[in-house]
């Protein structure tokens, strides 16, 4: 017999939860909306190859609100937000001093090669060199960060 105690389980969701896991998530009528809104090229974007493409991210992010600090800040509400702004996560200096407050040009340049956008950052990823791939990426972001249209 099994017996799982209270605190473990809560734990455990807590954890899955943080960890950018999927929920009920929007209904297709509204994500075609959601989609339709964003300005182009992401407008057009494949939103499933998008989420694909997040897998390479989420071992280190999240993008619910109020998302756990992993190796990397949560990216809720990131765009907009100046770069290296986000309170209690340790950013290399070199992200410190870009000046940069995320867009959808920014975080292409940033997904593209990171390193080569801010040298000597800390994030390790090596980036997504497809365009097409980015630009899905982006606007699954944007969809699921709470990017508003303006």
Not at 12 to 30: D, F, I
């Amino acid at each position: 017999m099994c017996v799982f105690r209270l605190p473990v389980v809560v734990t455990t969701c807590a954890v899955l939860a943080a960890c950018g896991g999927k929920g009920e998530g929007p209904a297709p009528e509204e994500l075609t909306a959601r989609l339709a809104s964003l300005p182009a090229p992401y407008n057009a974007a494949d939103l499933a190859n998008g989420e694909k493409k997040w897998l390479q991210c989420k071992s280190c992010h999240t993008l619910v609100e109020g998302g756990a600090i992993l190796t990397g800040p949560p990216l809720h509400g990131v765009f907009g937000r100046p770069a290296a702004t986000l309170p209690d996560f340790k950013y290399s200096e070199a992200l410190k001093v870009k000046g940069v407050t995320w867009d959808a040009a920014a975080m292409d340049a940033w997904i593209a090669d990171p390193r080569a956008y801010a040298p000597g950052t800390k994030m390790s990823f090596v980036g997504i060199q497809d365009a097409k791939e980015r630009t899905d990426l982006i606007a699954y972001l944007m969809i699921n960060t709470g990017y508003t249209p303006q």
